[in-house]
């Protein structure tokens, strides 16, 4: 099985979560994070990722602030207002689901 296409719809809790928790980050800095939390198991690819800041930066779930490291910019993405509320939203959807899968693998425990 193709763990990846799992991780695909887990990707913005995920990112929600993270930006919650450390305040503000940079996509590189998010990739490695998520790596280093899973122990190397999830790599988030820059290809899932920038699509979905963008997506979320659009409908204003994100904030962007641009920095200069040296001659290159930065962007720092933070969770707006509106962005903390879709956070707890998405956290709710994934225990939901969790719990429904546990009705199906391990129906004891449910």
């Given at each position: 099985?193709?763990?990846?296409?799992l991780y695909?719809?887990?990707?913005?809790?995920?990112?929600?979560?993270?930006?919650?928790?450390?305040?503000?980050?940079?996509?590189?800095?998010?990739?490695?994070?998520?790596?280093?939390?899973?122990?190397?198991?999830?790599?988030?690819t820059?290809?899932?990722?920038?699509?979905?800041?963008?997506?979320?930066?659009?409908?204003?779930?994100?904030?962007?602030?641009?920095?200069?490291?040296?001659?290159?910019?930065?962007?720092?993405y933070s969770?707006?207002?509106?962005?903390?509320?879709?956070?707890?939203?998405?956290?709710?959807?994934?225990?939901?689901?969790?719990?429904?899968?546990?009705l199906?693998?391990n129906?004891?425990?449910?």
């Amino acid at each position: 099985m193709n763990k990846t296409a799992l991780y695909k719809g887990c990707l913005e809790p995920i990112l929600l979560k993270l930006l919650k928790e450390q305040g503000r980050m940079y996509g590189y800095e998010i990739t490695q994070k998520v790596k280093e939390l899973t122990a190397g198991e999830l790599k988030i690819t820059e290809g899932a990722l920038y699509p979905l800041l963008h997506r979320l930066e659009a409908e204003g779930v994100l904030n962007v602030e641009t920095e200069y490291i040296g001659s290159r910019v930065r962007k720092y993405y933070s969770l707006t207002p509106a962005g903390k509320k879709e956070q707890a939203r998405s956290m709710t959807e994934l225990e939901a689901f969790k719990n429904t899968l546990q009705l199906i693998f391990n129906p004891k425990l449910a």
